[in-house]
């Protein structure tokens, strides 16, 4: 990656937004941006029976289902088709997914368009939907979900604080994080990605996208002045009109200017693929072999997993880290 391209460090200054969203909340300053324009926003989303797909919305209350981080496969659908038809109508469109979904849609497109802002997000890879599904019903037989948080704020900002997850239609704070999650503890340790995600050509310094968005790990938030507790987002502009976007950002967020190789520095994913565990053929065998169950058993066993050890962990968590906190 060129260490000139133009990088900041973003936080919505809209708090709901903030605390909807996985990292620093830049996306939605955009999406908001765009649909003011008239315009649509493509993004990802939980759809009926669990599945991701790639969505269109054309509304400010419709962005909600598109915060948030889904660790699994999105299926981009008729998506690509849908967006060339705006295109063709002048409809301006924001496109968000993996830096692979960009460059596929780019292609499709024969290459960039006017009324087109493409944004890729920084990338580890992702699971197929079959195995996600396998597990997560084992995970959560019986219940009606709907939706699942893989991030949840209010355990402040990281991977694996402890989801809330959506069944019934109402909001539950169900256990769901990788120390009673095998589905979450497997996508962590990065052995069940999707076969080409550990040869990612976009895990690096070409990106497809105007932009590129992730979580600013490893920034010196107290020297950038910035508070880190709800999140921040890294913002990369690789191109002239991603560049044009950093002022619309900028208005709407507490941000600063950073340099690119920090952002590199603190993101593996911006210098190289995850790398392709050995255990993943043997976990993926045995999966399609003897179903999910008998590995979950087998996680169950080595870890001795208790729901009622993690929920009262969390309770101390949240007792303790505002008292933490003061004596900071
Ligand atoms: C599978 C996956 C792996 C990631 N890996 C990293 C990483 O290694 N390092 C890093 O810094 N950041 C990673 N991110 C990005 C990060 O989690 C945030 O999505 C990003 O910083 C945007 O945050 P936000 O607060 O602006 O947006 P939010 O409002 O939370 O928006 C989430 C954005 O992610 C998109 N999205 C959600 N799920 C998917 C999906 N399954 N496929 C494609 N797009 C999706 C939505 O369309 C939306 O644009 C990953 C995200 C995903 C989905």
């Avoid at 080409?196 to 950038?224: H, K, N, Q, V």
């Avoid at 590199?264 to 190289?272: C, E, V």
Wanted: glycine letters at 10%; aromatic letters at 8%; proline letters at 4%.
């Amino acid at each position: 990656m060129d260490a000139k391209v133009p990088c900041l460090a973003v936080i919505n200054d809209s708090r709901d937004d903030l605390m909807a969203s996985s990292s620093g909340g830049v996306f939605s300053i955009l999406s908001r941006h765009v649909l003011a324009e008239g315009g649509v926003v493509y993004g990802h989303a939980f759809t009926e029976g669990l599945h991701v797909k790639c969505v269109r919305v054309d509304s400010i209350e419709g962005l909600d289902c598109l915060r948030g981080s889904k660790y699994v496969q999105s299926d981009m659908g008729d998506a690509m088709r849908r967006i060339r038809d705006d295109l063709r109508v002048g409809t301006p469109v924001l496109f968000s997914g993996t830096p692979c979904q960009v460059d596929g849609l780019l292609s499709f497109l024969d290459g960039g368009h006017d009324n087109l802002i493409t944004v890729d997000i920084v990338c580890h890879g992702v699971p197929s939907w079959e195995f996600f599904k396998d597990c997560i019903d084992a995970e959560f037989a019986g219940r009606d979900l709907v939706e699942l948080r893989f991030r949840d704020k209010r355990e402040g900002w990281g991977c694996g604080g402890g989801g809330t997850v959506l069944h019934n239609h109402k909001m539950k704070d169900v256990p769901f994080a990788p120390e009673v999650s095998y589905y979450y503890k497997r996508f962590l340790a990065g052995d069940v990605y999707r076969e080409s995600c550990y040869r990612c050509p976009y895990a690096g310094g070409e990106r497809p996208g105007d932009l590129t968005m992730g979580d600013f790990w490893g920034i010196d938030s107290a020297d950038a002045g910035l508070d880190s507790r709800r999140g921040i987002s890294l913002v990369l502009a690789n191109s002239h009109k991603g560049r044009e976007l950093l002022p619309v950002i900028k208005k709407s967020s507490t941000w600063a200017e950073r340099d690119a190789l920090e952002a590199i520095a603190g993101n593996d994913q911006l210098r190289h693929p995850t790398p392709r565990p050995k255990e993943r053929d043997v976990i993926l065998k045995r999966w399609r072999e003897r179903g999910i169950e008998s590995l979950e058993d087998q996680y169950k066993r080595e870890t001795g997993h208790s729901v009622v050890r993690w929920r009262v962990l969390r309770s101390l968590k949240r007792v303790f880290r505002p008292l933490l906190r003061r004596e900071d």
